[in-house]
């Protein structure tokens, strides 16, 4: 089984860049899509980015396109997302996710505990 665990969040202003890691335990990690989702308060779950599990394939979200890069090194069983010119909007806690894949929180079956992420205006 897959364990995950999230680094790099923290409290940036506007226009900041934040990078966070993914960082797998476990032998399936390189087999396995993984995904960035994040939940603000009072709000569910959402779809940030999701990469295929040889990173030839992303997919994100239409609100972070543009800004945001997933990327992943199965070498280092570690995934990463660049966050460039956050705005407030992006505050929310990012949690890490293995699994299937999609854009669906029900693609993933293995999540991490999450990483605090807020921009100041």
């Known amino acids: 089984q897959v364990q995950l665990v999230e680094s790099g969040g923290g409290l940036v202003q506007a226009g900041d860049s934040l990078r966070l890691s993914c960082a797998a335990s476990?032998?399936?990690?390189?087999?396995?899509?993984m995904g960035w989702f994040r939940q603000a308060p009072g709000k569910e779950r959402e779809f940030v980015a999701t990469?295929?599990?040889?990173?030839?394939?992303?997919s994100y979200a239409d609100s972070v396109k543009g800004r945001f890069t997933l990327s992943r090194d199965n070498a280092k069983n570690t995934m990463y997302l660049q966050m460039n010119s956050l705005k407030p909007e992006d505050t929310a806690v990012y949690y890490c996710?293995?699994?299937?894949?999609?854009?669906?929180?029900?693609?993933?079956?293995?999540w991490g505990q999450g990483t605090q992420v807020t921009v100041s205006s």
């Open positions: 996710a293995a699994g299937p894949g999609g854009l669906r929180v029900g693609g993933y079956n293995r």
């Open positions: 476990g032998r399936t990690f390189s087999s396995q899509a």
């Open positions: 990469i295929a599990w040889n990173g030839r394939a992303t």
